[in-house]
């Protein structure tokens, strides 16, 4: 239903910071609100911070609060998350999905992108 591509995983330092980016292409959905989850090796996959269409409203994990920053752009469709302050423990592979409306529950992400694998080390 939705076409997603992400980008800027890597390899940086404890303290460092990146960002990723999901372009949303192909979308069938009105107006898809946009999500980034991680799974960490071992561990199931959670919920990071989400995004309405309009960038409006926004969430995020209680772990990422005050560190990560998901944002729209606003002439194109693309969806960044910057992530500061980084730690060992957000090691994962990072992807974005679409959902027809703004949540936090994973079941309703219709459409996931390939991922990027994001390492922090210590």
């Known amino acids: 239903q939705v076409q997603l591509e992400e980008s800027g995983g890597g390899l940086v330092q404890a303290g460092g910071s990146l960002r990723l980016s999901c372009t949303v292409a192909?979308?069938?959905?009105?107006?898809?609100?946009v999500a980034w989850f991680r799974q960490a090796l071992g561990r199931e996959r959670e919920f990071v911070a989400g995004?309405?269409?309009?960038?409006?409203?926004?969430t995020y994990d209680d772990s990422v609060r005050g560190r990560f920053i998901i944002s729209k752009g606003i002439n194109d469709n693309t969806v960044y998350l910057q992530m500061n302050e980084l730690k060992p423990e957000d090691t994962a592979t990072y992807s974005c999905?679409?959902?027809?409306?703004?949540?936090?529950?994973?079941?309703?992400?219709?459409?996931w992108g390939q991922g990027t694998q994001v390492t922090v080390s210590s």
């Open positions: 192909r979308s069938t959905l009105n107006r898809p609100a």
């Open positions: 999905a679409a959902a027809p409306s703004f949540t936090r529950q994973m079941r309703e992400y219709v459409s």
């Open positions: 995004i309405s269409w309009s960038g409006i409203t926004t």
